[in-house]
């Protein structure tokens, strides 16, 4: 039982909302052999109905197949399966006319009618509800699901079926492949909307990533670009003062070295202000991200007063474990907590959706967040809490004005 549960929770939400439609469309067809099928040993004769139960067990296999390989071309991983479209309502008919034969020939009274009509209207029911998985639209659906309880009622009436009963099979027929047309309908809809909100995410992120590039890049366009434009103009007129045998070609050079360390200088700034991150400010972002996303998030602990070298190394810890959360995990709750005790600063991400990469696991986020705290002597821990659970702890010493550690 661990390993199916560790083998759900390592799914993401549209893998999980994937695998729970098709196995909703498979159950169409047990639910269909254990309605259909078996009843009939119910109401008919054990010979008959070891006849039609054969027969709706071919078709409720013959159905789930078909529910697959439709449900694969709705989320365009194969061509749509017309020639099976087709099959599946040959077999329908087939199996429908054929239970009306038994109706028809085999000597069995009252009892094997209601097991035959049973069979009848159950097969044309399943078949046309689930043929809806194939169609384009819902207007196919619709003159599908019409078609065949229209066609119910024709084929009935020549048989003797007095009308007020033909008309009740066909309603029967439209209902109930209606439902089930309208619930096929709603589920690829539901499937598709969620794997394009998390299409739709992946791009937001990724936008973010290039849009903070494209930030970063102006900055070093505006720091870079004026000085080494001067530096090229100076350098040419050192070489063309040098030439001369002048002596300002010093001066100039002189300047062009001034120039290129103080190019130096706002480089690093603005490097140092890329890197930097606000702890408080990741705090706040950290449980509006989480809490719009549907997780319970719960921060304690104020950012005030702390260093703010310790405060950029802590705040890519809540940047990194939120990115985990929203991205690797399932979880419904968060908690996050700030301390200071024994002059460390504590900060620890908790949640119950598993997420995370533990040591060994290949990634790099956990590497990345070492080598920063490393920088301010912290250390991280990570790993798995409980049965669900992951927690990601940093800790970070402080230091008093003298530089000693407190």
């Known amino acids: 039982m661990g390993d199916r549960n560790g083998w759900w929770r390592r799914k993401s939400t549209p893998a999980k909302i994937d695998t729970y439609t098709r196995w909703s469309f498979h159950s169409f067809s047990v639910a269909e052999f254990a309605l259909i099928g078996l009843s009939t040993f119910v109401q008919g004769d054990a010979a008959l109905a070891g006849w039609l139960t054969a027969l709706v067990l071919a078709h409720a296999v013959f159905g789930a197949v078909f529910?697959?390989?439709a449900l694969d071309w709705t989320r365009g991983l194969r061509p749509q399966p017309v020639r099976l479209l087709?099959?599946?309502g040959a077999i329908?008919?087939?199996v429908a006319v054929a239970a009306l034969g038994f109706l028809e020939y085999w000597p069995g009274g009252d009892h094997a009618d209601a097991a035959a009509r049973t069979v009848f209207g159950g097969v044309l029911t399943f078949g046309a509800g689930t043929m809806a998985l194939g169609v384009r639209n819902r207007r196919q659906a619709l003159v599908l699901v019409a078609g065949f309880a229209v066609g119910a009622g024709l084929v009935v009436l020549p048989l003797g079926v007095p009308g007020p009963a033909a008309l009740i099979s066909v309603l029967a027929v439209l209902f109930g492949a209606g439902f089930l047309a309208f619930t096929c309908i709603f589920s690829v809809w539901l499937l598709n909307a969620v794997y394009e909100l998390d299409t739709a995410r992946e791009t937001r992120a990724r936008l973010a990533v290039a849009e903070e590039r494209l930030r970063f890049g102006r900055d070093l366009h505006d720091v870079l670009g004026r000085n080494l434009s001067v530096i090229a103009l100076k350098s040419e007129l050192a070489v063309q003062l040098a030439r001369r045998e002048?002596?300002?070609?010093?001066?100039?050079?002189?300047?062009?070295?001034r120039i290129a360390r103080e190019s130096q200088r706002?480089?690093?700034?603005?490097v140092r202000g890329y890197r930097d991150a606000d702890l408080a400010v990741e705090l706040t972002g950290a449980q509006g991200v989480l809490t719009a996303a549907g997780i319970d998030c719960e921060v304690a602990g104020e950012a005030t007063g702390l260093p703010a070298e310790v405060q950029s190394a802590l705040a890519w810890v809540v940047r990194e474990a939120t990115t985990n959360v929203l991205r690797h995990g399932n979880a419904g709750r968060c908690r996050v907590r700030l301390g200071v005790r024994?002059?460390?600063v504590t900060l620890t991400v908790e949640n119950d959706g598993r997420s995370g990469t533990p040591d060994g696991g290949g990634g790099s986020g956990l590497?990345?967040?070492?080598?920063?705290?490393a920088a301010v002597d912290g250390t991280l821990e990570a790993g798995a809490v409980g049965k669900d659970g992951f927690r990601l702890m940093a800790e970070v010493p402080l230091a008093n004005e003298s530089g000693v550690t407190r």
């Open 86 to 88: 087709w099959a599946y």
């Open 266 to 270: 706002e480089v690093r700034d603005v």
């Open 92 to 94: 329908t008919v087939v």
């Open 67 to 69: 529910a697959s390989r």
């Open 342 to 344: 024994d002059g460390r």
């Open 367 to 373: 590497a990345g967040l070492r080598e920063r705290l």
């Open 246 to 257: 002048r002596p300002e070609a010093v001066e100039q050079m002189i300047e062009v070295q």
